[in-house]
Every structure is written in structure tokens, then in C-alpha cells.
């Protein structure tokens, strides 16, 4: 019941995450992940895309410890949080209970209110989880990985259940929250203009490899509008395949 | 114009609240007329003689002798009689049923050594233990609360395991990312995630051990309201089999509500408890 997995190496001094010659099969199946290297900076958000059944969400799993590392080796900080598509919260605690859940120390439920506070849930924190829209459940649970000050949030396409206006407003959170903890980030993501408004760099995975590794030099805060936007676009969306003319 | 749309459509919805709430009030009573035009009829047919009280002794009568039965004080030294082995075997099945399930469900091992003797037993009709059971427990109040107590450990013993064997994965997992230690995920994860499963089991258990009550009590008894139907029968006396039934159906009926209560209190994070407790 180790949060970490035996075969993943934690790196102390610097925070940084390399992930060096990954490969990982399912039963006899092909590579999902294939030689795959990939390194974030400490501090780094990093988006990263990729076709439907690319293996991003192995290669998050893995890094997570949720899955071995059978071939090739992972470093990551010893403090990770992960955020799913779904909140993945327990229906009988209450919202501040499942933020802090697992915590040592005393004081817990200040400690929630304030996290609670941060993400915009300061009014639900006695609420019951089932009771919670879409967004709030996913502030909750973003509450729930902040609460621990990872050094390295790894977010598996955390907005994708949401209405636009909602992961617009998401979005920001996000943006607000990494401004503040500035920990490394890996965001999941099939929208390509929430990985440019958020990410210094985006990756894509194809064939079980990063395939496009795209620096993003924009200033925050972004805009659509910024011309330097548009092209990153363009080039992005060619990388996964789709182009416009 | 829209004035007269507001004007049309104010006095209809008025008309409908007013007569919408003597009407639910009747539909409550609707619910109840016909079995009481049954009991009616029942009494008519007893009182002009065309029901021999040898069948069934009238409704009045089935009411004036659970008076008497109350004044003498028969009726309850057999109801706490009875009360207390259905009581004591339900507890010994709680504790049975669910330390087998918490073994079965909580490690591979456990599985192996206690699920499929279990469920061969459990394909066993208890009933058909009883002869069995006074063999070798003779005819004091062991053979019954045993009975009781085998036939209640069933569906508390599989519901439970049940539920901590369906648990979410993908709330598994997150209690793996959280790093919860493996106390932490029985406590804050398993069990509470069961805990529906073991309610409903519980349910089951209950209205089981009446069953079980009643056959253990007619068999072989010399108290509790299955024996005193017993009784009854040797004297014709229809009057006290049916105030027998009547306390049988009232005691399933309340510990059944015991239940549901518990439900509610235990299960209020789910949104159809908190609507129905709010209705
Ligand atoms: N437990 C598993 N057993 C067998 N195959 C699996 C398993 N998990 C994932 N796969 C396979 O690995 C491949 C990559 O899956 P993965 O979930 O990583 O894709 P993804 O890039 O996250 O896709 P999506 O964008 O749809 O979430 C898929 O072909 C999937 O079928
Ligand atoms: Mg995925």
C-alpha cells in the first residue's frame, strides 16, 4: 500500500522528473510506451498531448507509481498529486474530511478551509461530495492534491468533463494556483488551446514517444488574440495530425 | 394581451394547491379503505355464523383475547421470550457474518479458506437443520438462537463481502496516490463504501431470523410466541394463533423500520436519503 512504487526513483536535490527509456507493454500487445524519454524542470508546466490511446494516461500512471516501470527508469520528487477526470472523491466524508484525508497533525479543518478557501469552494466545505456540480468536485479534488504541496501535479484531463465556461474558468484557477506553488506540472489535455494558455512547453505523444516537444514563449497572462498564439496553434494542431488550410 | 394570459392562469394554478392537498390527504386514507372493508367483512362473515370460529375466530374476538393475553401477562413473558433469542442469535450472526466477511474480503487468503465452505453451506436450507440441531443441542434455548443465528449470518456474510469485494477501484487507486496507509483504507475507504451492502444484508438477516423464530419456536418449545401458538392449536384456539401471526407481523414490520432508521442516519452522504428525510 506504498504510494510510491519500489521501482521508481525519487530524486532529492533537484525536483526535477526523467523518465528515461520507458517502455511499457500490456500482456503480449505492443508498446504503449516505447523507449519514451521525457524531462520537466522543477517548476515547469508541461502540457501533454496526444491522439485517443496514445498512452498518456500510462506513461501519468506510471509516473504517479500506480503502474511498474518494468524497462527503462523514472525519477520523480517524493511529493506527487494526481487529479483524474473524475474527482474520485469519497462520497461519505464531507468535502473538507476528503481534502485532508490521510494528513497527519492536528487542525486538520482549518488547514482544508483555507486550501478549500484557495480554490473557490470556501462555501461548500461541509457539503457532501454527490451534491457537488461538475466544477466544484474538480476544485475539491484539485484541493485535495494542493493540500499536500506536491513538488510535481500531475492532472489527467481534469477539465474534460466540464462545460466550456467552467474550464475557462478552471483554467485560470490552475494558472493562479501553479503562479503561487509553482511546482512541475504534467496537465493531460486534448485541448490545444488550454495547453497554450497554460503550459511552457507542450509534448506529443505518438507511437509510445514524444513525438513533438513544442517550447511555448509566450508571457502570462495569454491571449487568444497574441499573433504568436495563432501559429502555435497551427503548428500543434499539424503535430496531432490536423490541418487546416 | 399578457394581461390576460397572467389573469387566465393565476386563478387555475390557485384552484389546483387547493385542491391538491385535501386530495393527497384522501389518497392516504384511500390506501387504508379496503383492508379495513376486508376486516369488515371478515367480522360479518364470523358474527352471522358463516366463518366457524374452528377457521378463524373474528377480529373482535382476535382483539379482546390479546387483551386478555396482555393482562395475564402470557403474551409478554413468551413476546420477551422470543425477542430475546431472535436478539441474541442476529447478534451472533452480526459478529459471524461479518468478521467471515472482513476475513474474505480483506486478504486472497482469507478468501480461500472462508468463502467456499460458505457458499456450499449457505445451499443448504436451514430448515432442514432444525432435526439436527435439537439432536445435538437438546431442547433448551441453544438449538433455536443456533438456528436463528445460522440462518441470519447468510446474507449479512455475503452482502458485506459483496460490497467490500465491488468496491470502486478508481477509489482504490486514489486512496494508493494519497499514500493512506492500509489501516486508513480499510477505515476511511472499505468499510464505509460496504457499509450499503452490510445494511441491506442486515435487512435480510432480520426478516431471516423470524423465519427462523417461528419454525424453532413451533418444533419444539416451551415458551415464546411460537409456542404459545402451539398451544393454541391443541385447544382450537384459533383467537390465539392469530394474535400469534398479528405479533409476528407487527415485530417484521418494526424491526424492518429499526433498519431503515439506521439507513438513514448512517447513509445521509447519499442525495435519495437526505430527499427523503427532507420530504
Ligand atoms: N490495463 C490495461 N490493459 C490493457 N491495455 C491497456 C490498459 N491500460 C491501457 N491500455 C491500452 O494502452 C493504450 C494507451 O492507453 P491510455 O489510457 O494510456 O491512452 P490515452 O492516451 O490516455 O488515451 P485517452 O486520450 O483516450 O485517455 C490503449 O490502447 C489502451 O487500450
Ligand atoms: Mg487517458
Known sequence: MNAVSQVVALSQRNEAIVVDGLTRRFGNGPAVLDQLNLAIAPGEFVALLGRSGSGKSTLLRTLAGLDPVTEGSVIRPRDVSVVF????????????????????????????????????????????????????AQRAALARALVREPAFLMLDEPFAALDALTRLKMQKLISELWGRHRCSVLLVTHDVDEALMLADRAVVMEHGQIHTDLPIPMDRPRRHTDPRFEHLRRVLLESLGVYDD | MSGTLIRSSSPTRDKGLIRHAPLSRFGLLKRYVSPMLLVLLWQVAC??????????????????????????????????????????????????????????????????????????????PALALVPLFILWFGIGETPKIALVALGASFPIYLNL???????????????????????????????????????????????????????????????????????????????????????????GLISDQIVRFFETILLSWRPSHRAARSA
Open chain 1, 85 to 136: 477526470q473524475e474527482s474520485r472523491l469519497l462520497p461519505w466524508k464531507r468535502v473538507w474530511q476528503n481534502t485532508v484525508l490521510g494528513l497527519p497533525g492536528a487542525n486538520q479543518r482549518a488547514h482544508a478551509l483555507s486550501v478549500l478557501e484557495e480554490v473557490g469552494l470556501g462555501h461548500r466545505v461541509d457539503a457532501w461530495p454527490l451534491t457537488l456540480s461538475g466544477g466544484e
Open chain 2, 47 to 124: 358474527s352471522t355464523g358463516l366463518l366457524s370460529t374452528h377457521v378463524v375466530a373474528s377480529p373482535f374476538q382476535i382483539a379482546l383475547t390479546g387483551w386478555t393475553l396482555v393482562k395475564d401477562g402470557t403474551l409478554q413473558t413468551n413476546l420477551l421470550v422470543s425477542l430475546a433469542r431472535a436478539g441474541v442469535g442476529l447478534g451472533i450472526a452480526f459478529v459471524a457474518g461479518v468478521g467471515l466477511a472482513l476475513i474474505a474480503g480483506l486478504s486472497r487468503l482469507g478468501e480461500d479458506i472462508v468463502d467456499a465452505p460458505v457458499q456450499i453451506l449457505r445451499t443448504l
Open chain 2, 161 to 251: 463481502h459483496k460490497g467490500i469485494r465491488s468496491i470502486d477501484p478508481k477509489l482504490l487507486e486514489m486512496a494508493r496516490t494519497l499514500g493512506l496507509t492500509r489501516t486508513s483504507t480499510i477505515r476511511d475507504v472499505i468499510l464505509p463504501g460496504a457499509l450499503p451492502d452490510l445494511l441491506i444484508g442486515l435487512r435480510f438477516a432480520v426478516g431471516i431470523s423470524w423465519l427462523m423464530l417461528v419454525v424453532a419456536e413451533q418444533v419444539n418449545a416451551e415458551s415464546g410466541i411460537g409456542h404459545m401458538m402451539m398451544d393454541a392449536e391443541d385447544f382450537l384456539r384459533t383467537d390465539i394463533i392469530l394474535v400469534g401471526l398479528v405479533i409476528y407481523g407487527l415485530l
